[in-house]
């Protein structure tokens, strides 16, 4: 027994601290871009940062890019360039625009010419070149803006599943056309959503979401040419689209009722190109296994040469479906510039 204890003791006290040297991760640019028809491209540009760097107050900030200098090349050689949009300019497209625009300042760089003077330069079936000059490095990227192909129709119904009988899914019907590839993107985004702001008072306030978020993307391979019957589940945070929408309902509050509105969902529905589908299919497929220690580590395809992310142009169709059950939609929407961010 001895014996046993004092080789215990041995393991244990001979052990080495050891320090690992990881090399520096190279800084690069890492861009997210977007042009689609009808509407100006814009573009955010941050930099990479190592695995094992520290995080603080200031990370946020020091990430994004303001001294680029950024421009829009189409297929006929015609250059609109993009502008930084500061906090003097938000003001300004506030007054001009008469409407409320929650983007940080400093982060979003745009094509101005096109936001205030609509010149029809982002069309579908145009190929489009995105050029970056930073720190004497130059960056570029290339996409192309699909033909948008319009949903049959969507309706709301109530989710058998649910607990509770508000709870809805939107549902759609999409045929595909035989003669093309088709790389689909959605994304969805709550332009109205009632909610009790506190646990303590009895109020109601709502509460949007800000930015369109990622539904899913994928491409025909398994569809092609088929009519087929879909659904579109609300996005939720750090994992696999699976939420529900709420349509109108009452909750008790004391001794009140509290009365809630529907949600009132934007729908974009997008053709993209091949390299786009790829990226933004494995940010599908990374969110679906956030946190699995046993999920397969994947790399992000990108399309941007001398960087990092994506540009990407879609050929989008927007639908408008308030949360009422058994609605019907069959209406394109038109949204404001403000929507499709």
Known sequence: MRKYFIIFIFLF?????????LPQAETKLVVQGAIEN????????SKNQGYFESIDANTYTDLFVTDAIVSIVRDDNIVHPLTLIDEGLINQLETILDTTINIPPNTIYIDLEEL?????????????????????????????IPEPTPLDCLWVERNETADKDFKCDIRAIYSDPVDQQNNILIRSKRL?????????????????????????????VLINGQSFETYFPRP??????????????????????LEFAEDIVLIKFCQIDEPSMKFWRGIVR?????????????NLVSNVNNGL?????????????????????????????????
């Not at 006290?13 to 040297?21: F, G, N, P, R, W």
């Open 13 to 21: 006290s001979c052990q080495e601290e050891i320090t690992l040297d």
């Open 38 to 45: 009808g509407f100006p491209a814009y573009v955010i540009l």
């Open 116 to 144: 205030l003077n609509p010149s029809e330069f982002s069309l579908a079936n145009r190929s489009y070149t995105l050029d970056i000059i930073w720190q004497d490095q130059s960056i570029t990227a290339q996409t192309k």
């Open 192 to 220: 109205q959503h009632y909610e009790r702001n506190d646990s303590i008072k009895c109020e109601v306030t709502n509460n949007p979401d800000l930015t369109l978020k990622l539904v899913d993307s994928g491409a025909d």
């Open 236 to 257: 939720v945070e750090n994992g696999f689209p699976s939420g529900k929408y709420n349509s109108s309902h009452v909750k008790s509050c004391n001794d009140s009722t």
């Open 286 to 298: 990374q969110a679906g296994t956030n946190g699995n220690p046993f999920a397969e580590p994947m």
């Open 309 to 341: 992310g994506i540009f990407t142009g879609y050929g989008a169709v927007y639908y408008k479906v308030p949360i009422i059950k058994d609605i019907t939609i069959s209406e394109e929407h038109t949204p404001t510039i403000i929507d499709i961010f």
